[in-house]
């Protein structure tokens, strides 16, 4: 009754007994409220004061379920769903449950409520008629606004939350495989290997080991990063690889189309790249190439496709992560691409002015 899992949603909790409760309260009580000059004046009157009542119940359940939908149509509506709005728009609101309470209560005071009298109604009881309606539907839509703000409220609260804890668990996660035995052990073999051999590489390749380890550190209270920073870690990333790699590993970066203003969530790239190295083959008869670049209003890494038999078991943290926390943010979905030579991820560009 009355989008009972939709309006969960919106307000937090089932509200079909409470509306129930309400117009049993408001139909019985509003006749005698603001009626008074017909309506119980002279003792229990059995055919009019029953039909008052009647009317009176019937006239609370088609206003009050009349702008609960109107309620309902406002907080859905994208153009209109908006948490933070202006004086303009909050009256622009209001003059829609208005309208309608106006609407419906001239039509019940032109009809109905007359069957209740031998002669037509007095100017105050219009008058209490319009401001008692008036009232009740203010009480009720203001408990309704208020219920979905502190019900956003709620659900903002546990979107950080769970946004930050999204955003540990990745730093941690790609700490973690930093700092295991094995990439410790590659990345200081071809360290050792680069000493003897090329000391200026050697140099070069440790300041981007630092710099992948500084990024992640420092990005540890962001949501969105600019994608030129994104970039400038993916790249210190990608030349440590090609070190180990060799021409093995290839990859292209196309930034053309890409503006300051251009977010995206923090180490997805470094994940995706990432990922694309523990679960392909790279040799010199089937060289990996990881090609970055943007797409429309998305950025997509792409790779050719060429899976491991056996790949170390994974955590299965990385591109969940992401998607989890576009998810949280914008609520777009990052897509992915699979063919039998190709595998694409294209994750949303965010505007950030």
Request: hydrophobic fraction near 40%; charge should be positive; charged fraction near 20%.
């Amino acid at each position: 009754m009355l989008k009972e899992k939709e309006f969960k949603e919106l307000i937090g909790f089932g509200h079909t007994k409470l509306i129930i409760g309400y117009i049993l309260v408001t139909g019985l009580g509003f006749p005698y409220l603001f009626l008074t000059e017909r309506m119980g004046s002279s003792g229990f009157h059995p055919v009019k004061d029953t039909l008052g009542i009647f009317i009176g119940l019937i006239y609370a359940a088609l206003v009050a379920i009349g702008n609960i939908y109107i309620f309902y149509y406002l907080k859905t509506n994208p153009k209109t769903a908006a948490l933070q709005r202006t004086p303009k728009q909050m009256l622009r609101d209001l003059s829609y449950y208005l309208s309608f309470t106006l609407i419906m209560s001239t039509f019940m005071l032109a009809v109905p409520l007359r069957l209740t009298s031998d002669c037509g109604l007095s100017t105050g009881e219009v008058i209490r008629n319009i401001i008692g309606a008036c009232l009740l539907v203010s009480i009720l839509t203001g408990f309704y606004e208020a219920a979905y703000y502190m019900n956003a409220l709620k659900k903002s609260i546990k979107e950080q939350e769970q946004l930050k804890r999204e955003n540990v668990e990745s730093q941690l996660e790609i700490l973690k495989n930093q700092v295991k035995p094995h990439f410790l052990f590659n990345s200081l073999n071809t360290l050792a290997s680069l000493i003897p051999e090329d000391a200026s590489l050697a140099v070069d390749y440790v300041h981007n080991l630092s710099k992948v380890y500084r990024y992640v550190l420092e990005i540890k209270d962001k949501k969105l990063i600019p994608v030129a920073e994104e970039l400038s870690c993916v790249k210190a990333y990608l030349f440590m690889l090609q070190i180990r790699f060799g021409n093995n590993l290839n990859y292209e970066i196309e930034e053309s189309g890409l503006v300051d203003k251009h977010h995206i969530v923090p180490l997805s790239l470094q994940l995706l790249v990432e990922n694309a190295v523990k679960h392909n083959i790279i040799s010199s008869k089937k060289p990996l190439t990881i090609i970055i670049a943007p797409k429309g209003n998305k950025l997509t890494v792409t790779n050719n496709l060429q899976p491991k038999i056996q790949v170390a078991k994974s955590t299965g943290t990385g591109l969940a992560n992401i998607k989890s926390r576009y998810q949280i943010l914008t609520n777009l979905p990052v897509e992915i691409i699979k063919s039998d030579h190709q595998f694409s991820v294209e994750l949303p560009i965010i505007d950030v002015q």
